[in-house]
């Protein structure tokens, strides 16, 4: 069993940063990929990415690439997703999730991002 | 990138009646080893998404047997043998037969 807890929610302006977290507690942080995803209000679910706890390496849907920076400190169990030059379509319920094989089993409870001038 | 269509958007249910959700895709999620890459979620209102059914036919862990899956290459169905009240939200398909990982659009499930 893997519990994931997500960072606040965000309220950034237009053009700025935003860094959201994913902490894993209950099992071996480093079993699993962590996957980025992100629902807009009122829309469905969008692939963002991954990143393998273990080696660190990430892949990136094209419409982020560029834009989100993935990484994770294996010391604390933690996975951050960083997404850059932020517009008011960044507005959206940003969740972590993971499982074997890319079927996420375990969801973290989501993060709002407001973007807004 | 494949594409995942779901029909239909909107289903109301009358509780203990059946229910079916269907998914299609533009490329076929079979893979070498017999496996269909696509998993069935249900997003209860105000919660995260949680796993109902994964590899096309397998139940997640704890999942009611009311609920099933079916299809193969681009056709699948989520099927609801008996709705509950407890069943409404919004349930989406997920192909992660290759990157990047793709949802249908989500039916919306709904009390009558």
């Known amino acids: 069993q893997v519990q994931l807890v997500q960072s606040g929610a965000e309220v950034r302006k237009p053009g700025a940063s935003v860094k959201v977290s994913c902490t894993a507690a209950g099992n071996s942080f480093t079993d699993y990929d962590i996957h980025w995803a992100r629902q807009a209000p009122g829309q469905g679910l969008e692939w963002m990415g991954r990143i393998s706890p273990n080696r660190g390496d990430t892949n990136y849907a094209q419409a982020f690439q560029g834009r989100v920076t993935m990484t994770r400190d294996t010391s604390i169990s933690t996975a951050y997703m960083e997404m850059d030059r932020l517009t008011s379509d960044d507005t959206a319920v940003y969740y972590c999730?993971?499982?074997?094989?890319?079927?996420?089993?375990?969801w973290g409870q989501g993060t709002l991002v407001t973007v807004s001038s | 990138d494949i594409v995942m269509t779901q029909s239909p958007p909107s289903l109301p249910v009358t509780p203990g009646e059946p229910a079916s959700i269907f998914c299609t895709s533009t490329q076929s999620l079979l893979d070498s080893s017999g496996h269909n890459s696509l998993h069935w979620y249900l997003q209860k209102p105000g919660q995260s998404p949680q796993l109902l059914i994964y590899l096309g036919s397998y139940r997640a862990s704890g999942v009611p047997d009311r609920f099933s899956g079916s299809g193969s290459g681009t056709e699948f169905t989520l099927s609801i043998s008996r709705v509950e009240a407890e069943d409404v939200g919004v349930f989406y398909c997920m192909q992660t037969r290759q990157t990047p990982l793709t949802f249908g659009g989500g039916t919306k499930v709904e009390i009558k």
């Open positions: 999730a993971a499982g074997n094989d890319n079927i996420f089993d375990y």
